[in-house]
């Protein structure tokens, strides 16, 4: 201990690494344990760090261990199964015996790694016989069954990255294509992650996503190491099969581009680099990150939204600067109040905005600029009530702007290209009955948050945007297979894009009002809990994670930055938006 020397202050500790925790070990059977005994130690040793669950295949037998698949899918309870000894009829007593695994069902993880919320009851058998004297499982259940704690112990959410595509095949591995769209996985934590990450990209786009995303990885392309890692300097470097070397200069920098941020969303440090080579170790591409960043999936045509917007107690649009502290009004017909607006919405370069008038009904376009004029409304809502008119604004990274008409007369999707072209309405097959209250474009333009009423209540669905010729050639545009990504919410208020696969949701969850991260696959983002606000209604984000949250609360304008509480904007205002 020092007697001696000045003051020095220290740090509260950081948070411990949550790869660094205590490895779980399995216990392999012990000789003369009875059938019960041998299914629970089959299932606790499935929720092992082992790669390969070479301890819990001694509790199969042979054949069985040799046919059982751990990683054809994965079920995840919500308490854990539960096994039941029941009598099995025909099996010669002392030879044969069956347990029944139950439990409630929250979700499912298929073969490429991608969560699906399910909400079901859950039963499978799981027979056993003896084997030289001891009893082992002849007739395993399907992939793993494991609940929600272990899930989330075991189990880490990571995006994989590839090409969208609007209206293209996943099977496309052409050169075009500018944006990156995030796939979340499922992956397990402590079992060479970045191995597993890269291998899981090399199989495709996930079965939702893959209609409009595409890899620019040839077919058959394997990696040739046998375990990944970031050298000393946050370079990684990967060698591919003869499949996967045979690539022109762009295609392998698109190719490199995919693993860096694929890579970068589990490493601990910045990755500044990757490195392709063929098998025999020859280079084919490096690319760094300032290489990668032309197709960062929130950085389109380098657009970094940097202001916050929102409108005035006198319904005109203000916004507040990079560090500022006092709102100011737009410029523009928008700021200058030629029409009370009721909401808005700013395109990504900043430049122009669009904007709903205050009873719903007709929407604007004009620029941010001063001497602009508003010039006449591009679309105007027969709705009676303002509630049932337009709903705010969105636009994608390409510049094209998204809009629904709320009419139960004539409820409608809409997408104006360009944000000036004439009104296109988007089909939305799985909407059935549904209305749209309202809806936030991803940058990406290939998906799409909907804010869906349906039998009195509302919930958040995603939806993929394909792009088809129809019979004259020209463009059909639709928004299909919406899913929801809210299952745990009875209710939900408002959502916005917070990430490259993660929302922000204001919604009721028995009967109290919840501000929490959702992921775009169903499952609930592994971030810290937010803190309250007083009455949020509204909430914005931008899919730049490094910028504060917005919220419209009984309290007035509020933002959340980082590592801080919530704090008062004006108290006079609504509507927040961020850029897009």
């Known amino acids: 201990m020092p007697d001696g020397g000045e003051v020095r202050r220290v740090d509260a500790s950081q948070p411990a690494d949550p790869d660094s925790q205590v490895r779980v070990f399995p216990v392999p059977p012990r000789k003369g344990e009875l059938p019960d005994d041998i299914v629970r130690g089959f299932l606790e040793a499935t929720t092992s760090d082992e790669a390969d ?130 796939d979340p996985v499922y992956l397990r934590k402590r079992v060479d992650l970045v191995t597993s990450a890269v291998e899981t990209l090399l199989r495709g786009p996930g079965d939702w996503l893959d209609p409009v995303a595409a890899t620019k990885f040839p077919r058959g392309t394997k990696i040739v190491d046998e375990s990944l890692s970031l050298d000393d300097v946050g370079g990684l470097r990967v060698r591919l099969n003869d499949r996967g070397s045979r690539v022109g200069p762009l295609q392998c920098n698109q190719m490199a581009s995919q693993l860096l941020f694929t890579v970068q969303d589990i490493a601990s440090a910045q990755v500044k680099q990757v490195e392709l080579a063929d098998a025999e170790g020859a280079r084919l591409c490096v690319v760094t990150r300032a290489d990668a960043a032309a197709y960062a999936p929130a950085g389109l045509k380098d657009q970094h939204p940097e202001q916050q917007y929102f409108i005035d107690a006198q319904g005109r649009m203000a916004s507040l600067p990079p560090g500022g502290e ?162 745990q919410l009875e209710d939900v208020e408002s959502a916005s894009w917070a990430g490259d696969s993660r929302l922000v949701v204001v919604g009721q969850e028995s009967g109290v009002r919840q501000l929490l991260y959702v992921q775009t696959d169903g499952s609930v983002a592994n971030t810290p809990t937010l803190p309250g ?48």
């Not at 016989?129 to 929600?148: A, F, N």
């Not at 309290?555 to 006079?572: E, H, M, Y």
């Open 53 to 182: 669950f070479s301890t819990a295949r001694q509790y199969l037998t042979e054949e069985a261990s040799e046919n059982w698949d751990p990683f054809s899918k994965t079920t995840v309870l919500e308490d854990g199964p539960v096994p039941r000894m029941e009598p099995v009829p025909g099996d010669v007593p002392g030879k044969g015996a069956v347990a029944v695994l139950s439990g409630r069902q929250r979700a499912s993880v298929d073969q490429k790694q991608a969560y699906k919320p399910e909400d079901a009851s859950y039963q499978a058998r799981v027979h056993l016989t003896k084997v030289r004297g001891e009893w082992r499982i002849d007739g395993p259940p399907d992939g793993l069954v494991l609940g929600q704690s272990d899930f989330e112990r075991i189990y880490r959410s990571v995006n994989n990255y590839y090409f969208a595509y609007p209206g293209k095949g996943g099977s496309d591995t052409g050169t075009g294509g500018d944006v990156l769209v995030a």
């Open 326 to 487: 006092e709102p100011v009004r737009v410029e523009g017909p928008f700021g200058a109040g030629e029409v009370p607006l009721r909401s808005i919405g700013v395109a990504r370069d900043e430049r122009t905005a669009a904007a709903v008038s205050q009873d719903a009904r007709k929407l604007y376009v004009a620029p941010l600029e001063e001497g602009a004029e508003l010039g006449e409304s591009l679309l105007t809502s027969e709705a009676l009530r303002a509630e049932d008119g337009l709903t705010p604004p969105s636009w994608d990274g390409h510049g094209d702007l998204w809009i629904a008409d709320r009419d139960p007369e004539r409820s409608r999707l809409l997408r104006l290209e360009g944000g000036t072209g004439e009104p296109q309405e988007v089909v939305v097959p799985s909407l059935g009955k549904g209305r749209i209250k309202s809806l936030r474009v991803a940058s990406d333009g290939v998906r799409i948050a909907l804010v869906v009423q349906r039998n009195g209540h509302a919930s958040l669905e995603l939806g993929r945007i394909e792009q088809k010729a129809d019979g004259t050639g020209e463009p059909r545009l639709s928004v299909n297979d919406l899913r929801s990504v809210t299952p």
């Open 533 to 580: 606000a007083n009455g949020v209604t509204a909430v914005a984000a931008s899919e730049d994670e490094d910028k504060p949250l917005l919220a419209d609360s009984d309290d007035g304008i509020v933002r959340l930055p980082a590592g801080a509480g919530w704090q008062l904007v004006t108290k006079q205002g609504s509507a927040p938006v961020y850029p897009g």
